[in-house]
């Protein structure tokens, strides 16, 4: 029991160290900036991803017409009340000229109103921070922010679970087929269960609400997320299918190692993105 015990609390401090990995390394998760202003340190997260109320049928024409548009707030603690910030901004890729708008001022928070963009279409941006005449620049590097559409919670929250679930349990029984336990073929089965549902059929419907396609990896694209997540299923199916007869549990070790290798890439990466030349989604950027 103490044993048992133990292999669950390094499965868990392994998943949740990756979660933290995941939540920092991300392109679309907030990007933590530290900037000084007049000889103070000041922090902020700067958004990268925003929800769009364009579809993807209203891309299909001139959705700048409809004059649509979303909020991105950036909030600095401690900003002094007479600053200003300016956000300059172009689409993502183009050869757009940069657009400047003026924040809002609300307490700690600028208020920054932006054309709305089609699903997975990008802008690049960056801040300047003024008072008094002294100026400073939020970030060195402009910011990515990639627009989705909303994707219900009903759907979302058990895809995230799902997924949680699945890593936590690759992560427990790869530490089992290291002991004589003979429950290890059963947890690789809840793995590959997990797995299968969280990431390859509610992972594409989650895909399918944000950016209209169900599957976006191979053979039909370059989406890095999709492709490691099949990647994964299929160590595991083969670890599985292998030990059938035969006992060979390392298997399972390596399924699981591969599988926190390829979780250990960042979610999103090369995912999908709005083409304004071709006026369609692409993957693999």
Do not use: C
């Amino acid at each position: 029991m103490v044993k048992k015990f133990f292999i669950w609390l390094l499965a868990i401090l392994i998943t949740l160290t990756a979660v933290v990995y995941q939540r920092m390394t991300g392109p679309t998760n907030p990007k933590r900036v530290k900037f000084e202003l007049a000889g103070k340190e000041y922090s902020t997260k700067l958004t990268r991803s925003l929800e769009t109320q364009v579809t993807l049928e209203e891309a299909k024409g001139d959705y700048n017409l409809l004059g649509k548009t979303e909020e991105l707030r950036v909030i600095i603690p401690d900003i002094p009340a007479s600053a200003t910030a300016k956000l300059s901004f172009a689409r993502y890729p183009s050869n757009d000229s940069l657009s400047t708008i003026e924040g809002i001022k609300e307490g700690e928070h600028f208020i920054f109103t932006l054309p709305a963009q089609p699903p997975a279409g990008k802008i690049k941006y960056f801040i300047e921070i003024e008072d008094n005449g002294v100026k400073a620049m939020v970030d060195d590097e402009k910011t990515l922010i990639r627009f989705k559409n909303s994707v219900p919670a009903g759907i979302l929250i058990p895809h995230i679970l799902l997924m949680f679930l699945a890593m936590l349990f690759a992560n427990y029984t790869g530490i089992l087929s290291f002991t004589k336990s003979d429950k290890v073929r059963k947890n690789a089965v809840i793995t590959i269960v997990l797995l299968g549902i969280g990431g390859l059929i509610l992972g594409p419907i989650v895909q399918k609400f944000a950016f209209g396609a169900f599957w976006t990896g191979w053979p039909l694209g370059e989406d890095l997320t999709d492709n490691k997540t099949l990647f994964a299923f299929l160590f595991w199916a083969a670890a599985i299918y292998f030990n059938r007869r035969n006992s060979r549990r390392y298997l399972y070790a390596i399924a699981a190692l591969v599988m926190l290798l390829v979780y250990s890439i960042p979610h999103s990466t090369a995912g999908s993105e709005y083409d304004h030349s071709k006026g369609e989604i692409v993957s693999g950027r």
